[in-house]
């Protein structure tokens, strides 16, 4: 009876040894970060996105024809926080705060060590030719990441519509990187 209360105590103290230990997948994620997000967008001219066959050839009779673009977008650095939204399922919420002023939200999902955008997300980005904003466009984001270590690498895929110079551009395509490192 002895030796089976000891065997029983010995396992239940192991068994809350390994569980102490284990943070939950969130809580891996939450924490303050510096970021930087740079990257590049195809855009073609919203006026050639789903126009009829009828409206390409007149616009082909003046001389427009609807060759897509790749430019780059404006890299933007700042703050990044990860807070717990909801521990019952792991939401998260990311705050970027970029230097230069703008700041966006991101709700999220954690499992193991990788972070999945959900919801609907907005960000503003920038596009830019040497280094000079020349447009800009509220786009929607989403995108996934994971941990290694101190740092988080999230690939992000941007969509919507950029406006360059008056003229309405829409996002086709995009390579988005942002890494962030732990403070």
Same mark, same amino acid.
């Given at each position: 009876?002895?030796?089976?209360?000891?065997? +029983?105590?010995?396992?239940?103290?192991?068994?809350?040894?390994?569980?102490?230990?284990? !943070?939950?997948?969130?809580?891996?994620?939450?924490?303050?970060?510096?970021?930087?997000?740079?990257?590049?967008?195809?855009?073609?001219?919203?006026?050639?996105?789903?126009?009829?066959?009828?409206?390409?050839?007149?616009?082909?009779?003046?001389?427009?024809?609807?060759?897509?673009?790749?430019?780059?977008?404006?890299?933007?650095? $700042?703050?990044?926080?990860?807070?717990? !939204?909801?521990?019952?399922?792991?939401?998260?919420?990311?705050?970027?705060?970029?230097?230069?002023?703008?700041?966006?939200?991101?709700?999220?999902?954690?499992?193991?060590?990788?972070?999945?955008?959900?919801?609907?997300?907005?960000?503003?980005?920038?596009?830019? +030719?040497?280094?000079?904003?020349?447009?800009?466009?509220?786009?929607?984001?989403? $995108?996934?990441?994971?941990?290694?270590?101190?740092?988080?690498?999230?690939?992000?895929?941007?969509?919507?519509?950029?406006?360059?110079?008056?003229?309405?551009?829409?996002?086709?395509?995009?390579?988005?990187?942002?890494?962030?490192?732990?403070?």
């Amino acid at each position: 009876m002895k030796k089976t209360i000891i065997a +029983a105590t010995v396992l239940a103290l192991t068994a809350i040894t390994f569980t102490s230990c284990e !943070k939950a997948d969130y809580q891996n994620f939450a924490g303050s970060y510096t970021y930087k997000t740079s990257g590049k967008v195809e855009l073609l001219a919203s006026m050639f996105v789903d126009a009829s066959q009828e409206k390409l050839d007149y616009y082909a009779s003046l001389g427009l024809t609807p060759d897509t673009l790749w430019v780059n977008l404006m890299p933007e650095e $700042g703050q990044m926080n990860i807070v717990t !939204k909801d521990k019952t399922n792991g939401s998260m919420l990311i705050t970027f705060n970029a230097i230069l002023g703008d700041v966006s939200t991101i709700t999220s999902s954690v499992e193991g060590n990788a972070i999945t955008f959900t919801g609907s997300n907005t960000k503003t980005a920038y596009i830019t +030719a040497e280094d000079v904003s020349i447009g800009s466009g509220t786009v929607a984001v989403e $995108g996934s990441g994971n941990k290694y270590d101190n740092v988080i690498i999230l690939n992000m895929v941007y969509s919507g519509t950029i406006s360059i110079a008056g003229v309405d551009m829409t996002v086709l395509d995009s390579d988005v990187k942002c890494v962030a490192k732990e403070n």
